[in-house]
């Protein structure tokens, strides 16, 4: 064995059983439990995305919170469903959380899976292209993060400038482009930079 680390459902519920019965249980405990592992030598703190369910489904703030509390342990998600993101905006969380972290996030990401609701995704503002199912529009958003992980420039300044700037771009942190994970699906086949998790 190489390595090991940890991922847990995140799930809360109000039973008087329950040592997790709402989301700030969960989301504090989490926090918990990784500097808790860091400190008995486990390298890896992962974090599961549900939206719809009593789990864990934000996972940005977290890894933020996690990666300031901890110093070593690698830091990440498993997976996030590219449906429900947008990639602009997911590139600026996922790269202040990674320069937060000291550059040991590690993102895994899916073009979808089995949900709680029917077209979950539609309730974040997102609808496939026509000609495209929701598996088309996860793989289209998930070559988009990885673009502007690269830097890819995407918007022209206008002619008056706060700041000086040549194109918008996403890219806040070096490291994280190499630290994206897809899983399963064939979500982007011909990339073999990245990791595959089948």
Aim: hydrophobic share 40%.
């Amino acid at each position: 064995m190489k390595k090991i680390g940890f991922l847990p459902f995140g799930h809360w519920t109000p039973s008087p059983q329950s040592q997790a019965r709402s989301a700030a249980d969960v989301l504090l405990q989490s926090i918990d439990l990784a500097m808790e592992a860091e400190r008995l030598g486990m390298d890896g703190a992962y974090f599961r995305v549900h939206h719809f369910a009593q789990q864990l489904a934000s996972p940005f703030p977290l890894l933020a919170a996690v990666g300031a509390k901890t110093r070593k342990i690698e830091i990440g998600t498993a997976v996030i469903d590219m449906r429900y993101e947008n990639p602009h905006y997911m590139a600026e969380d996922a790269g202040a959380a990674d320069l937060i972290a000291g550059g040991r996030l590690q993102l895994g990401i899916s073009r979808g899976s089995p949900e709680q609701v029917i077209n979950g995704w539609r309730y974040f503002g997102y609808s496939p292209n026509k000609g495209e199912d929701d598996a088309e529009m996860g793989r289209r958003h998930a070559e988009e993060f990885l673009e502007l992980l690269r830097g890819k420039g995407f918007a022209k300044p206008t002619h008056v400038q706060c700041f000086r700037i040549r194109q918008a771009c996403c890219a806040l942190s070096h490291t994280l482009q190499d630290c994206v994970i897809e899983s399963g699906g064939g979500l982007l086949p011909t990339r073999p930079r990245y990791g595959q998790l089948s």
